[in-house]
């Protein structure tokens, strides 16, 4: 009886750190692959003191419109939305994951 408990313990445990281990390590390393890489794709796609013509675009905005992007959180949800896209497009590359 106890060897057939510790049999099923053992194939457990064994199935556990085969896939559930080694997968969290993947995914552990796929995630700070990511950060890192999406930090350098922003810095190379909006250099530091490039941001002119941006800053003018956005300053030819009425109030208006500013009041509205501010009430839906414009600022927080659009780099929000852009980083999932990034991330998405990122992992989706990868032969493991996608």
């Known amino acids: 009886m106890w060897g057939l408990i510790k049999a099923a313990f053992n194939h457990g445990a064994g199935l556990f750190l085969k896939t559930g281990v080694v997968k969290w390590a993947a995914m552990f390393a796929a995630y700070f692959l990511v950060v890192g890489l999406v930090e350098v794709l922003l810095e190379l796609a909006v250099p530091e003191g ?13 109030e208006e419109v500013w009041y509205w992007l501010n009430m839906t959180e414009l600022s927080y949800g659009l780099p929000l939305i852009i980083g999932a896209y990034t991330t998405r497009f990122i992992i989706r590359r990868l032969p493991v994951v996608g």
């Open 50 to 62: 490039r941001t002119g013509a941006l800053s003018a675009a956005f300053n030819a905005l009425p």
